[in-house]
């Protein structure tokens, strides 16, 4: 079992930046795979990035163009969102998931075991 808590959401002018946090409790976490994903209104949940064990990204280049970064630290069970530049359009619902054991995708949001329950950011213009 892994229970996985968002933090750092909130309300942001366009152009400005959010650091987003999640913590993960229970299972051996230095041993997983993170993903970032978010779902707008209306929108099926998508993938912008995921950073492995030892720290190799993927990012959806489309979605993420360079303005957003994954890290993570093991030693303190967490994982980062740094997402600069925000546009009206990055307003969503964003979550963290975990893959227990590394498949080899980050991309495929079936192949994550457990989600966090989200937190909102809202761009304004």
């Known amino acids: 079992q892994v229970h996985l808590a968002e933090s750092g959401g909130g309300l942001v002018q366009a152009g400005g930046s959010l650091r987003l946090s999640c913590a993960a409790s229970?299972?051996?976490?230095?041993?997983?795979?993170m993903g970032w994903f978010r779902q707008g209104p209306g929108k099926e949940r998508e993938f912008l990035g995921g950073?492995?064990?030892?720290?190799?990204?993927?990012y959806d280049a489309d979605f993420v163009k360079g303005r957003f970064t994954i890290s993570r630290d093991n030693a303190k069970n967490l994982v980062f969102l740094q997402m600069n530049s925000l546009k009206p359009e990055d307003t969503a619902v964003y979550y963290c998931a975990v893959q227990l054991l590394y498949n080899g995708n980050l991309r495929n949001k079936r192949a994550y075991d457990y989600w966090g329950q989200g937190t909102q950011v809202t761009v304004s213009s």
């Open positions: 950073i492995t064990w030892s720290g190799d990204t993927d």
């Open positions: 229970g299972r051996t976490f230095s041993l997983s795979a």
